[in-house]
């Protein structure tokens, strides 16, 4: 813990104008970001007696080594230099609304030749008109259904769209007048984008024109006994109509606005935001925040307003923002909201009438959402927090470890040997902090070896980074540890990649690999990071020094927060041996010619039809394929000469050679090497001297990991292997 007056700045070193300023810790992260019409007055604040401050803004200001600061001319810019920096550093002790799920919007993609309307989450993009946001996806589905009677725009991706145009033929909605048909010419580009147009202002709130145009042609085709195409007109009417209904009027005729409400208590808010676009309720959202840092509804309401319109510009910024308290001050809030918008914007607090009713309606539904977070998080938050401390107490740990790593070391057979490093920071993994190692100190399989090597790399990196503030130099980044990055400069807040320690390290073995792990971190003089390792056979903990494992119970939520970093830092690291394996079984002759890239290689391919002619062709045979000179094809023969033979091709069925020629060009890209299927067929050669699960045993363990870290990546299978089975005995 630091002591505040130890980092003070001196006096008259603060300016007396408006800025934003950073605090930060020993490893110089910024922890929290803020804002000032006074610097010296607010950063003042700070550095008094501790007794007389908040119990969170005192945690900050012990936990910070430093204070800087930025001079700004106005408060809109320290309004806007705030939002940037909050953005960028993600600091720990600021106010950050987290979306309880991503909402989807209604999108009419203006930008393209021919609109579509469509359902799209994420970031916004330019040229597309959004609309909502809304609850659910079929929400969205069931009210384009309807209109899409009236404004039959089309939906389809743009390969249906594409398909039909080569057939001419359209999709089943062009048949049944869901569609305008574009794709086969029924409108032009024109009619198309004017339907799309008049789609958009309805959505927007304009219904009345509408609603008038069609009932005045309903009456116009009924008096001219046109009583099909009237029928047709009353049907669409009735269509549009059920439309509106799904959002009932709420607020005056062409009232554009958002209501923001709270609920609150000391550690936890909850935000809901609902749109009103032409009087009516287009999109609700809600958001959930810790209380980290000691802050007001105001100060709420402004980190709100920050966050809902940092990124938007235009009619996305409605005439009205309603809110349950004023941030203080107002003038910059209200003026970086006129600038957003591009017009005048009035932020007020709703005192009589429709306004505040529906106000009242909203804070409902923030006090909902505040209570529907916590029944969520108790039993998760109190689970982890159990077996933080399980592991601590089992190690004999001062304190629960909330940053544990874990690594793992993967090879075929002694090829291919990596290592990977996960973690786990308040029981949850932080997947921007994985990192993976090709082990280059020795060849041959020696877990033990490699162990060595990767704790030795990973916390040499650690020392370099705390000695030089951050600063690593080329030679020591001229590895597979990661990308490459720049030193750390005073303006760029977060270190890189090794910068953090963890108070525990777990490896993924016994006795031998932990025994491995503390020589490392003996070597390099680190006595303050704990070590234990997870066996697999009997999920046995090897701790340094001691001759028998620690037991945990097999209920023990310790236990299975072990079992899940292990188990996720085995998927991480048999998926870069598996890449790296891939691309050695696809390397050939052509790669080890310099200077041959992809585009020549596979001019190559083409030209000769298969890789055994192109062995057999001379050099000036080469020489006409375009973009090869003369050079390099001797260089291209020279390799295929220094190349070993390929082994003939042999029909297992009845033991005959085959002198067929090999694939042509496009087999060869498409088709997938026979070692590759061969090796991926016995996956329990893959590693491990110890008891190592097969490759569908390890994805269901994934799978248990990241339930429990509530991060699986959507792209890998689930399975129900002996790690499901393992898990089924644990309650």
Partial sequence: MADPSSYRPKPGQIPDSPGVYRFRDEHRRVIYVGKAKSLRQRLASYFQDLANLHPRTRTMVTTAASVEWTVVSTEVEALQLEYSWIKEYDPRFNVKYRDDKSYPYLAVTMNEEFPRVQVMRGQKKKGVRYFGPYGHAWAIRDTVDLLLRVFPVRTCSAGVFKNATRTGRPCLLGYIGKCAAPCVGRVTPEEHRELAEEFCDFMAGRTGTYIRRLEKDMAVAAEDMEYERAARLRDDIGALKKAMEKSAVVLADATDADLIALAEDELEAAVQIFHVRGGRVRGQRGWVTDKVEAVTSGDLVEHALQQLYGEETGDSVPKEVLVPALPDPLEPVQAWLTE??????????PQRGDKKALMETVHRNALHALALHKTKRASDLTTRSRALEEIAEALDLDSAPLRIECYDISHLQGDDVVASMVVLEDGLARKSEYRRFQIKGFEGQDDVRSMHEVITRRFKRYLAAQEKSGEWSDAESADE????????????????????????????????????????????????????????????????????????????????????????????????????????????????????????????????????????????????????????????????????????????????????EEPTAEEHTDSEPTAVEHTDAEPTAEKHTDAEPTDEEHVGAEHATEHATDARPAEEPVSTGASEERRGQEP
């Fill in 340 to 349: 957003r918008r591009g017009s005048s914007v009035s932020l007020r607090i």
């Fill in 481 to 660: 540890d990661g990308p490459v990055e720049s030193s750390l400069t005073e303006d760029d807040g977060r270190p890189k990649r090794f910068a953090y320690p963890p108070q525990l390290v777990v490896v993924d073995g016994g006795q031998p690999q932990v025994a491995a792990a503390k020589r490392a971190l003996d070597e390099l003089g680190i006595d303050d990071i704990a070590v234990c390792g997870l066996a697999k056979r009997l999920e046995e903990v090897w701790v340094p020094d001691e001759d028998d494992p620690v037991v945990l119970p097999r209920t023990s939520e310790g236990l299975y927060l072990l079992q899940r970093v292990r188990d996720e830092a085995h998927r991480f690291a048999i998926t870069y041996q598996r890449t790296k394996r891939a691309k050695r079984f696809r390397a050939g002759p052509l790669d080890e010619v310099p200077g041959l890239g992809d585009a020549r290689k596979q001019a190559l391919i083409k030209h000769f039809g298969s890789v055994k002619r192109l062995r057999s062709a001379t050099i000036d045979q080469i020489c006409e394929v375009p973009g090869i000179g003369r050079k390099t094809a001797e260089t291209i023969v020279a390799a295929f000469a220094q190349a070993a033979p390929a082994a003939p091709a042999v029909n297992t069925a009845t033991g005959e050679i085959m002198e067929d």
